[in-house]
Each structure stands twice: as C-alpha cells, then as structure tokens.
C-alpha cells in the first residue's frame, strides 16, 4: 500500500516531487500539532492511502506536512486554515479542501486519480441504475396538459410537442422569507466589523487561538501595539458563514480596519512590510496591543479591558 511520507524541510518537499513522475497525483496534507481536527485527517488519508497499492513509478504520492514549520511553503499554497490538503498533478493544484471531511477527501482523490488502478480498490459505490424512456402522455391519461384541462384534443407524443397553456400549475416554488433573514444577518455582519475600530475574526480567542494562522495574527497586532476587538467565529456558526460569503472572504482569521476589510494573516503581514506605519492610528504602544477596552465594542463582540 501507499506511504504517507512526513515533510520537514523544504528541500525534503522538493526532493519528493523529484522523484515522482510529474503526471501522478500528489497529495499534500498540512497540519499542526496542536489542531485535534489534523489528527482525524491524519487517519483519513491512512486509512485511504491503503487502497492504492505500492507501485514504481508511483501513480499517486501521499505527504505529510507541519504548516507551521514550513511557513512559506504554506503560504505558496494559500493555507490559511488546518487542516488543508491539496491535490496536484503535472505541478499544478488540480483541488484545495480546507476541514476533515472524509467524505469530500475520498471523493476528491477518487476522482481525480480517474481509471488509474480502478481494478485493485474497493470505491464502495452502488451499481448505476437502468434508465427507462418515460411513457408516452396521452389526452387518455391527463387530459391533452400537465392540469387534466382539455384545451387541447391533439394527443401528446412527447414533451417536444407539449405547450403549457394559462391554467398550468406553476413550475417553480413561490419566494421564501429567507430573504428577510439573509438582510438580517448582512446587517449584524455590518454592526460587527464596525464594533471597534480594529476587529478581528478568528478562531478562539486571544488568550487561547484556536489555529495557528490567528495566533500569529493576535502576536502581531500585539507587537505592533494596536487595540483590537475581536469575535470568536467558532462560537456562532450563523457569522462564520455569514461572513465568508458577505465579506466575499472564505477564510479565517479576518481583520478589519474602520469597517473595511484588510484580509487574513498573509495580507496583514505584506501591508508591514509595504508599510511600517500601517497601524500608526490604531497603536497604543509598540509591544502594549491588546484586546480593545469595553466602552469601545458592542455585543457580541467580546470584550476585556
């Protein structure tokens, strides 16, 4: 069966792909340590690398990577999040998963590994069923239309002759009140990221980050001296879904300034280094950031003092 191979140096990554053909599928898992869900991920991809047989050369390459200890690798990949697999063939990202769902991973791998060795694993799926023509619609069965009326004494061959007529029921469902509730949440989305001058989206809190990616972004707006608000987006499914599509932002953390999204950590740390200043109105202090005072947020943006 298939080996995961662990990566840790960089010039271990590029040494592995060396020596694999560049049309098989390469996929790479990165991970930390610290992140339970990597652990389930861990077992997922053993778990399937077993139904792909050893083979030289390879056909498909499994790899293991810390995400944090190969930053820059991370980041050519757009890992904001863990865990994070990437498929890749002929040196290009052919599908990027963020989350462990098993399903989704399988499914992925499958599919793009195509008929190669098809015959020696198990894909567990049920047989296709037979398609049947659909029967011929009569005036003898609904009366010449879809509603029993009989306009039309012509019998009907086939749905290319059928023409709907005024007293045909409608064919699409009538508008729901999610539209009420979508405007509801976009207008709390809108009270959030102006709850502080500086607010961060990210998973967990300050004093304990639930993902490596906003626990370095927590330590930069602390070296930089800023007072930020921030809302744990773990803690409310409705705003971490909300946001990702409101805020045209997929990942997390997220920073905002003023109201205006500035984006995630790799975007953060590129305005630094373009400008030192970045943060000039919001700092207190280089080395004295911290979490925004009370009076300065609204619920249910967290608060300290």
């Known amino acids: 069966m298939s080996q995961i191979s662990e990566i840790s140096s960089p010039e271990a990554f590029e040494k592995h792909l060396s020596r694999i053909p560049s049309t098989a599928l390469v996929v790479i898992s990165f991970h930390t340590p610290w992140a339970a869900p990597c652990a389930q991920m861990s077992s997922i ?131 729901s009140g999610h539209t009420g509730e979508t405007e509801a949440l976009h207008a709390r989305l809108a009270e959030l990221v102006k709850a502080a001058p500086v607010m961060l989206f990210m998973k967990g809190t300050p004093s304990s980050p639930q993902c490596g990616f906003s626990r370095q972004l927590v330590g930069i707006l602390r070296e930089q001296g800023v007072r930020y608000g921030f809302f744990n987006i773990l803690a409310d499914e409705e705003v971490r879904q909300g946001m990702k599509a409101w805020a045209e932002w997929p990942t997390f953390p997220q920073l905002w300034v003023g109201g205006e999204l500035v984006g995630g950590l790799d975007i953060v740390k590129e305005e630094i280094e373009n400008d030192a200043g970045f943060f000039k109105d919001y700092a207190v202090g280089k080395g004295e950031g911290g979490m925004a005072r009370s009076e300065a947020q609204k619920s249910p943006a967290t608060t300290a003092s």
């Not at 462990?100 to 499914?107: L, Q």
């Not at 609904?142 to 045909?168: H, M, R």
Request: aromatic share 6%; hydrophobic share 35%; glycine share 6%.
């Open 45 to 175: 991809l053993a778990a399937l690398a077993t139904n792909y047989p050893h083979k030289s050369p390879p056909s498909i390459s499994f790899m293991s990577l810390n995400a944090e200890s190969l930053p820059d690798i991370s980041e050519s990949y757009d890992v904001t999040a863990v865990p994070f697999l990437v498929l890749q063939s002929n040196g290009k990202v052919l599908e990027s998963i963020s989350g462990c769902d098993a399903g989704k991973v399988r499914s992925a791998v499958e599919r793009w590994m195509g008929n190669i060795g098809a015959g020696e694993r198990k894909t567990n799926l049920p047989e296709a069923l037979a398609t049947q023509p659909r029967p011929e619609i009569s005036d003898a069965t609904n009366g010449g239309n879809f509603n029993g009326a009989k306009e039309n004494s012509n019998t009907i061959k086939n749905l290319s002759t059928y023409a709907p007529s005024a007293l045909d029921p409608p064919t699409a469902p009538a508008m």
